[in-house]
């Protein structure tokens, strides 16, 4: 069936230096959807892309919607221990608008 | 506008219990989602809902697990005779539906079964 995939699962980082997940789906998408969670907490909405190749901004955090419409990318400038937390992708799936969702990318800041 | 609702926030139950997990999505929102968590793990799509309908339950064991969104009220998650192995947090999801639109999350129910 359709899949959604972030890569890695887990990525180490110092405080400073820079983080990329990549999220790959097995079929095109109409949009893309990336959320975060914090450690105890629960998924919260960052942002959807639609358009083949956009690129959004949000601060720090730089998101990116593949050429093909099948994969996305989520790039955070000089983390900070704010950053933490494990990031999702979504997309979805058939007419009904079901979501669709990877296992997420765990980012953790090396102290 | 008061976000997805879910309660209650804990719940502890005893083996065999019943339990019963409430979601109110956002007001105009006709669509809910519930997702099981295990700690340190992803989001495990469980049921996908509309106001008195349910699309998809393909992620839902068929045995003890049931859900409904009922026309007035809240959507409801019960469990039967629960076991050890349905600690989890329980994630509600709500949206309108349409198309190119995000998923809003209630803060989660956590089951502990002791």
């Known amino acids: 069936g359709q899949q959604v995939m972030e890569i890695p699962q887990y990525q180490h980082v110092q405080e400073g230096e820079d983080f990329t997940t990549y999220c790959n789906s097995s079929t095109t998408l109409s949009n893309i959807q990336w959320y975060k969670q914090r450690p105890g907490g629960h998924p919260v909405f960052l942002i959807q892309l639609v358009k083949s190749g956009e690129v959004k901004k949000q601060k720090r955090l730089t998101f990116q919607f593949g050429e093909a419409k099948k994969n996305s990318s989520l790039h955070i400038t000089a983390t900070q221990t704010t950053d933490v937390g494990t990031y999702f992708c979504a997309g979805p799936k058939g007419s009904n608008y079901q979501l669709i969702w990877g296992a997420g990318t765990k980012l953790i800041i090396k102290p | 506008n008061a976000g997805v609702m879910q309660n209650p926030r804990h719940l502890v139950r005893r083996r065999g219990q019943e339990a019963r997990l409430r979601c109110s999505p956002m007001?105009?929102?006709?669509?809910v989602y519930w997702y099981r968590q295990l700690p340190e793990e992803g989001l495990k799509f469980m049921v996908y809902?509309?106001?008195?309908?349910?699309?998809?339950e393909s992620g839902m064991p068929k045995e003890r697990f049931s859900a409904e969104f009922p026309k007035e009220g809240p959507s409801i998650l019960r469990i039967q005779q629960v076991v050890r192995g349905d600690s989890a947090a329980y994630f509600c999801a709500s949206s309108p539906g349409r198309r190119n639109t995000e998923a809003f999350f209630g803060q989660g129910t956590r089951l502990t079964v002791v």
């Open positions: 007001k105009g929102h006709s669509h």
């Open positions: 809902l509309q106001k008195e309908n349910i699309i998809d």
